[in-house]
């Protein structure tokens, strides 16, 4: 079975940081792009970042720029998300997710979901 599970969540103070892991089972990826998600209690899911197959390619949302770096590691199976200088509103359970080949910006065409892990940062 296809799986993809996040860990490395939990609480941080604000200006703190976390490294966020994406482990695939079931599957090899190196011929997938990997994006990471957040939802925060009463908001829309959001694009976070997403990094092509080969690692070549990564894009990032605004509000995360400067901050947050993604990679990845195919011979460990895994994508990560680093996160510094963690903000308050940065606030959200984090998923990772693969639309196939290439990144997209459109949510429904990621076809395979991991569980969620909960970051909360907090004084």
Do not use: H
């Amino acid at each position: 079975q296809l799986q993809l599970v996040e860990s490395g969540g939990g609480l941080v103070q604000p200006g703190g940081s976390l490294r966020l892991s994406c482990a695939a089972s079931g599957f090899t990826l190196d011929y997938y792009a990997i994006g990471w998600f957040r939802q925060a209690p009463g908001k829309e899911r959001e694009g976070v970042s997403c990094i092509s197959s080969g690692g070549g390619y990564t894009n990032y949302a605004d509000s995360v720029k400067g901050r947050f770096t993604i990679s990845r590691d195919n011979a460990k199976n895994t994508v990560y998300l680093q996160m510094n200088s963690l903000k308050p509103e940065d606030t959200a359970i984090y998923y990772c997710a693969t639309p196939g080949v290439s990144c997209s910006g459109y949510i429904p065409s990621y076809n395979y979901w991991g569980q969620g892990t909960q970051v909360t940062v907090s004084s």
